[in-house]
């Protein structure tokens, strides 16, 4: 009976799992695609940025009350509704820009609202995952869990380029609009099962706000886990960097077509990263992975920067992209294996909100720092030009490459930091099991 029960607990979720793909996928269509027409109405790094900002920010600030309504509300009507909303604010942007009224504004506002649901969604989806699947499968769940990025990385600008080019924008985004409804769908059409509710749990259950706070004490009092939200803060803000000034910096030498195929490349990396992780689960001491792949991602975000040719550029954001499935899928089966299932919808909210709050100021800042500063210093004349420029080269672009590379150097001082951390490289042994 137990097997039967864990057998189709894994069907659900793959089910739930190939829906929130698509879904992915499309949106992946919609941000190349708005973050095309705004680069090319502004030729702005800073507004290319900022919509990025409007995308993550609302949903950070969102996460603790969310996560407390989502460990007191049914976690799959929240996944659904939470899309069916997705939807309509895309469906709504798509429908400015046919009839030539968009402007920047707009979609700022839309993909705050969008943004907002999200940060109800993940915490409901990622806290559903213990639910369904039993624990030694947690590392192949998490596996098959970053096709979502995957997808979004390697078929959505792919896709998008071409289509903007052969239906436009608003096409784009009816294709997203038809992708939420098919996540919606699938998720209609399966039952989750409800957390049992812990001792522990029902003694801090009291007002909503005390549980929105919830989240905050567990992690403080367990030091392995700051110490990795901690890292995992300081590395988003370099991958975020590097994400944000990738795009531009491509833009400056070659066509979206082109920026398309090199970042698809990095799709291909994290392809080959998720299917290796979804058939091998990680290693049996997850931490090592977590730090080893975070290391691996550093030292390529270094040769990104570094390298001057549009297919080394490419091969180096194939060897970035593919240690993410580990280190994400590897993070995420820690968390699952040790936080009970009733308080995962707070903890995995405060999680995400604290390992993502300096990518805000990532989006703030890539623009500023680009165009203010490091684009002048490796112009011909700049004053890099004679010393720095004769490693990292002079003109378009070159400016967002040394910063690209001190991203990547910073990635892999933080990680070894962090691995000499005894709390962290001994948190599986130390915390028990709470699946």
Known sequence: MATSTANKGMTTFILVAIGQIVSVTGSGLTGFALGAWVYRETHSTTQFALILLFTMLPSLLASPLAGALVDRWDRRWVIILSDAGAALCTAVIAVLIYFGRLEIWHIYAIMGLSSILRGFQVPAYLASVSLLVPKEQLGRANGIMQFESTASYLLSPLLAGWLMENIGVPGVMAIDFATFIFAVVVVLAVRFPKPKITDEDKQVRSSLWREALFGWWYVSVHSGFLSLLILFALGNYANLMTDTLLPPMLLDLTSPGVVGSVLSAGGLGMLAGTLIMSAWGGPKQRIHGV?????????????????????????????????????????????????????????????????????????????????????????????????????????????????????????????????????????????????
């Open 291 to 435: 730090l080893i792949f975070k290391t691996m991602a550093g030292l390529s975000i270094m040769l990104m920067g570094i390298f001057q040719s549009i297919p080394l550029v490419a091969v180096a954001t194939f060897l970035y992209y593919f240690p993410f499935p580990f280190v994400n899928g590897c993070d995420q089966a820690i968390w699952q294996s040790k936080v009970p299932a009733s308080m995962q919808g707070r903890v995995f909210a405060t999680r995400r909100m604290l390992a993502f709050s300096m990518i805000p100021l990532a989006y703030v800042t890539a623009g500023p720092l680009s165009d203010k500063i490091f684009k002048p210093l490796l112009t011909v004349t700049g004053p890099l030009a004679s010393s720095l420029g004769t490693l990292f080269g002079t003109g378009p672009g070159r400016g967002m490459g040394l910063l690209i590379f001190l991203m990547g150097l910073s990635i892999v001082l933080l990680t070894a930091v962090t691995a000499l951390n005894p709390r962290v490289r001994n948190i599986e042994n130390e915390l028990p099991d709470a699946v």
